[in-house]
């Protein structure tokens, strides 16, 4: 017990010692370009706020922020190209669906869901059910009958993650039947979606905005749990009478655990609060998103209540939670 005392008191020493340092780095941070690390392909809603705080941070950075999009694998590529590099240089914007998921999806998770760290929350993407504007589908209801009415006919094309997570969960308890049509790049099923070739989407409003623009897409509901201000005529799931189809989307900046030190992670959180002005809330809603500006402990709280959300559905649809 003695020997265990004077280990502790000297790593709290050498942690003392080092502490300096570690400011002095995160107040020089960063050195290089920093690399934003996007699941989904441009245009899509994380895509547009990375690309915002992209351009903001690097201003206020005085380095490069570039924005890669990697699409594919229901996030896996992206999460693991952004971990591999194991760089404080390189960070995940993205929402934490992409992850919070995996470890019900896959029995072998390619990476550590624990060395995903959260810097800061940027924005609550909206989440919108969409069918074509030609469909005889007008609401939750409609679309509920239809299934029900023909089970299997219909087909649906969800984002990797959570939201694809959800509407399953949301198909199960209310028993339905309808067929999920796989994209490498959600974008690609709108053209489908237009032309009624699937027949249901749900997505972050950003993905479907200009094809409800044209008037080749309608928005049938919100999913949650409030209506928004971009969309006051468009019911959330609950209010249509369907609350087990409510998601929250949760966006923001990640980094790597090794290489995250809490000194970092708050200059981070301080610099994007900073960078989150009202030009980049009005670019924001304009495209599908509302700002919700949070710091790490907050994002982390708000990602375990996304965790027990999921853990439900998981439930519904008698999946195991994962092995500890």
Do not use: C
């Amino acid at each position: 017990m003695i020997a265990r005392a004077k280990l502790l008191i000297v790593a709290g020493l050498a942690l003392l010692l080092a502490w300096p340092s570690i400011r002095s780095e995160a107040q020089t941070w960063p050195q290089r370009t920093v690399r934003f690390i996007v699941p989904f392909g441009a245009g899509a809603g994380a895509d547009i706020g990375a690309r915002l705080f992209a351009e903001r941070l690097s201003k206020q950075w005085n380095q490069p922020v570039v924005v890669e999009n990697r699409p594919g694998a229901d996030g896996v590529v992206a999460i693991t190209s952004f971990l591999n590099a194991n760089d404080d240089h390189v960070l995940f914007f993205g929402p934490s669906g992409s992850f919070t998921v995996h470890p019900y999806q896959y029995a072998k998770v390619p990476y550590r869901v624990e060395d995903i760290v959260p810097l800061v929350q940027v924005s609550n993407t909206i989440i919108v059910v969409s069918v074509p504007s030609s469909s005889d589908i007008r609401t939750l209801g409609d679309l509920v009958a239809a299934a029900r009415a023909a089970p299997d006919k219909l087909n649906a094309a969800l984002v990797p993650g959570i939201t694809e997570w959800s509407f399953l969960g949301f198909l199960k308890h209310y028993g339905l039947s309808i067929s999920k049509v796989p994209y490498r790049d959600i974008m690609q099923a709108v053209p489908d979606l237009s032309e009624n070739r699937v027949q249901v989407m749900m997505s972050s409003l950003a993905v479907v905005q200009p094809a409800v623009q044209s008037g080749k897409v309608r928005l049938i509901a919100v999913t949650g749990r409030a209506r928004v201000p971009q969309l006051p005529d468009v019911p959330t799931s609950e209010e249509a009478g369907f609350p087990a189809l409510e998601l929250e989307g949760l966006a923001g900046l990640f980094g790597p655990r090794a290489k995250m030190p809490e000194a970092l992670r708050e200059r981070i959180a301080a610099d994007a609060k900073i960078a989150a002005d009202g030009t980049v809330a009005a670019r924001l809603a304009a495209t599908g998103q509302v700002m919700n500006i949070g710091g790490a402990a907050e994002f982390a709280a708000s990602i375990e209540r996304q965790r027990a959300h999921v853990a439900k559905i998981a439930g519904l649809l008698g999946i195991k939670p994962p092995e500890k």
